[in-house]
């Protein structure tokens, strides 16, 4: 089994106040209604606003993206209203973009002339 398919990812808005640990934590169990038993990990990407959240099985996974419909709201302690978006995480290979300076340098003509190609 592929180990990103029980993953969950919730994108919490960036314009929104910052949320602490405990406060996900609380959030996870009320609104999304998961067990510490059913949960292999959680992962917080500050920065970017993001919850990761690993799974037991598959079929819990679809249960809470069919009973969310893939949106939640989350209430800050200053009552402001958050939207939650909640999708499957695409665990693909990310494409990177290198500088062309640091690829001339780091591995000589070569390189330049592979990226000349590319475009």
């Not at 406060?23 to 606003?49: A, F, S």
């Not at 009973?67 to 402001?80: F, K, V």
């Not at 695409?90 to 340098?105: A, F």
Request: with cysteine; glycine share 6%.
């Amino acid at each position: 089994m592929c180990e990103g398919k029980t993953t969950i990812v919730c994108i919490f808005d960036k314009k929104s106040p910052r949320i602490t640990a405990y406060h996900i934590h609380e959030w996870i169990h009320e609104k999304l209604k998961l067990l510490e038993e059913e949960v292999r990990m959680i992962q917080i990407d500050g920065p970017r606003r993001r919850v990761y959240i690993k799974l037991n099985n598959e079929v819990r996974l679809q249960e809470v993206l069919h009973t969310t419909q893939g949106r939640l709201d989350y209430i800050h302690d200053n009552g402001e209203l958050a939207i939650v978006y909640i999708e499957r995480a695409g665990m693909g290979v990310r494409r990177t973009e290198w500088p062309t300076s640091l690829l001339s340098y780091r591995t000589g003509h070569y390189a330049m002339s592979y990226l000349d190609m590319a475009k």
